[in-house]
């Protein structure tokens, strides 16, 4: 099966994805933990990518891309796989729509985890606060640029797989198990469509 996390920043895409890729038993795929590994390889790309972050703006796609290609290819992802923060943009999705298909694949499900930004500034908040890992991008004075761009560039593809009939939106509001408990849900329903592959 392969899954897609579309949610801002701090809406817990990360954490229901470790929760998930156990369940479902596929790999964990964040551009965002990919990216960063790149930064800390200190290659070139790395110190190009490392202020475009440390902003809280996106990638340009096509590095992206170029990311999310070559994690594909290692081979492993031939039962799904679990996108987690790609796509972003719509450009993304299309190119990622098309990558899939040359592999005879499709995405399967793409789940909105929804939750509202008081919430969000909260959550990125109290981590930009932990003194031990900050990440440069959960700076206070960095998250409304953040949450803006979600809106601005992810938002879209929302409507882009709702057209595409593989959307479940899902509350991100409640405990970790409780939000866990609502994408099983979403899962396992839409595991049991009638002809639908999946895994
Ligand atoms: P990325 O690493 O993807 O970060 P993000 O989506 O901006 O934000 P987070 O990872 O912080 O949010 P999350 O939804 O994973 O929440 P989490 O589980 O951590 O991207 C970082 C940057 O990389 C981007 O800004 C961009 O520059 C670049 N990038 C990455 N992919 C890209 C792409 N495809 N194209 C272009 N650029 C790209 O949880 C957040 C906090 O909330 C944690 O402290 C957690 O403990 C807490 N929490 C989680 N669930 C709950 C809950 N239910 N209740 C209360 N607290 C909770
Ligand atoms: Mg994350």
Known sequence: MRVVFVGPPGAGKGTQSKLLVDYLAIPHLSTGELLR???????????TVGPI???????????????????????DCGEGCLLDGVPRTIRQAEAIDEIFAERGEAVDIAIELSVPDAELV??????????ESPRPDDRPEKIPLRLKVYQDQTKPLVDYYQKHGVLRKIDGIGTTEEVFGRIQGAIEAMRSQAGRVTR
Do not use: C, Q
């Open 37 to 47: 590994e790149v930064i800390r390889s200190g290659t070139a790309v790395g110190r």
């Open 53 to 75: 972050m440390a902003e809280g703006k996106l990638v340009p796609d096509e590095l992206v891309l170029g990311v999310f290609r070559e994690r594909l290819g290692r081979g």
């Open 122 to 131: 909260r959550r990125l908040n109290g981590r930009g606060n932990e003194p």
